[in-house]
């Protein structure tokens, strides 16, 4: 039997199992705001409620060639050194990544070029 009839019939009836498809099927969004004045800035924000986190959403009022953006979810590095780009920026995790009620998005935004900017965040999720 070849690797495609092996995996059809893994499928029939079925899904991908987690973390590489969700488990969970009500979608919620929430955003935050940094209002940067230059360097290093932080937003947290703890989830309330079990979720799985599907992917992060970065958007900045003014663009420069060298700000960038890390993402932790809880103490593990999601996302690091990802530089901004002219458009806002979706960034779709390769496998779902749940999360406990408690659990900390923390976003790093690095305004290298030091202009006042704002930088809106919006987490995409499954409750």
Known sequence: MSNGANFASY?????LDPPFMPTKTDPYIEGTIIESQGGKNDSKLVVTED???LSIAVGVSDYEPK???NLYV???LVCRNI???DVPEGMYLTAVIPCKAGTQFHLE???VGGKP???WVNYQMLK
């Open 11 to 15: 499928l029939v009836g079925g899904r």
């Open 51 to 53: 979720c799985e986190l």
């Open 67 to 69: 700000d960038y953006w």
């Open 74 to 76: 809880g103490d593990k």
């Open 83 to 85: 530089f901004t780009k």
């Open 109 to 111: 935004y690095f305004n």
């Open 117 to 119: 900017k704002f930088v």
